[in-house]
């Protein structure tokens, strides 16, 4: 049976989320997981942390450069 | 929410077949939707927002004169990306803002501090010394807007490459293929980029939520 230590197991953690890992080492994961606090509460943080990311405020294009591009589509695209 | 994640656009051949007709709502719709992400992506490798704004208007152009030539290998939004960060990267060199996709270099080594970890001779080597903290969640506006803030500042200050995944994958929520297509990089090499900004940007919030937490 694979196991991973504290140290080793963060470095998995994307490859966890994305379901990249092989079998073994996925199911090594989840038994470190099943009886470490530590690294849940490190697997809570990360997790926080992508949703906080994708938090940020929106962009815009200027109003100049959207009316270009609108009449840039009018103008080729004439039905 | 990422600008696609929360969009409802039609499915791409709806959406092309409506461009090649001349369908100016749907251009808006999706210059809209899109213009959010790719003008963060392009930000990402140039040095100014015009320089920014500018590439995004140069794709999109490419967009309208090209679109009746798309082919659908990949899916609309790739194609758009790959023209976008074409023209970033060209736009960044002139700007002598070439980032090195080749190497790993600065990526490589653990994402965590090390010392944080027992050393082999601990009754358990390798578990956390300090053990990671449960974080509050921020309801309080001003919180809020802080931990903002301070993401924003976490990503500008990431390289180059960690930074521009970490975009595509957090804040505009593609999938590891897309960005993988949209990169042309292999799927571990964009994961290790990914890991490491997401475990910088996590570093900066443990610290702020230290702080917090402290003062109450
Ligand atoms: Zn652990």
């Not at chain 2, 080597?125 to 300090?130: D, H």
């Not at chain 2, 803030?149 to 293929?177: F, H, M, N, W």
């Amino acid at each position: 049976m694979k196991r991973f230590t504290c140290g080793e197991l963060v470095e998995v953690i994307t490859a966890y989320l994305d379901d990249a890992l092989d079998e073994p080492s996925h199911a090594a994961v989840e038994s470190h997981l099943a009886c470490c606090a530590d690294c849940g509460h490190y697997l809570d943080q990360y997790r926080a942390t992508v949703r906080a990311v994708a938090d940020q405020p929106p962009e815009k294009l200027s109003d100049r450069t959207r009316d270009r591009l609108m009449s840039a589509f009018r103008e080729r695209r004439k039905p | 929410m990422g600008s696609f994640a929360g969009s409802a656009l039609p499915p791409d051949d709806v959406i092309v077949s409506a461009l090649r007709a001349g369908d100016e709502a749907m251009f808006a719709a999706l210059l809209d939707t899109w213009s959010r992400g790719m003008l963060r992506v392009a930000r990402s490798y140039v040095s100014t927002d015009d320089s920014a704004e500018e590439v995004v208007q140069d794709t999109w152009l490419a967009v309208i004169g090209g679109i009746d030539g798309f082919e659908g290998r990949s899916s609309l939004k790739t194609w758009v990306y790959r023209i976008l960060v074409n023209a970033a990267r060209k736009r960044g060199a002139r700007e002598s803002r070439t980032l090195p996709w080749s190497a790993l270099d600065q990526d490589g080594g653990p994402s965590v501090d090390p010392a944080r970890f027992h050393g082999p001779d601990a009754a358990l080597p390798g578990s956390w010394k300090e053990p990671p903290a449960s974080w509050p969640t921020p309801e309080n506006q001003a919180l809020a807007a802080e931990v903002r803030g301070l993401i924003g500042k976490a990503l500008a200050e990431l390289p180059p490459r960690q930074r521009i995944v970490i975009t595509l994958r957090d804040v505009e929520g593609c999938a590891s293929e897309e960005v993988c297509d949209i990169l042309d990089i292999s799927p571990a090499n964009q994961r290790v980029l990914l890991h490491r900004a997401r475990a910088a940007v996590r570093e900066r919030l443990e610290g702020y939520f230290r702080s917090v937490m402290a003062a109450e």
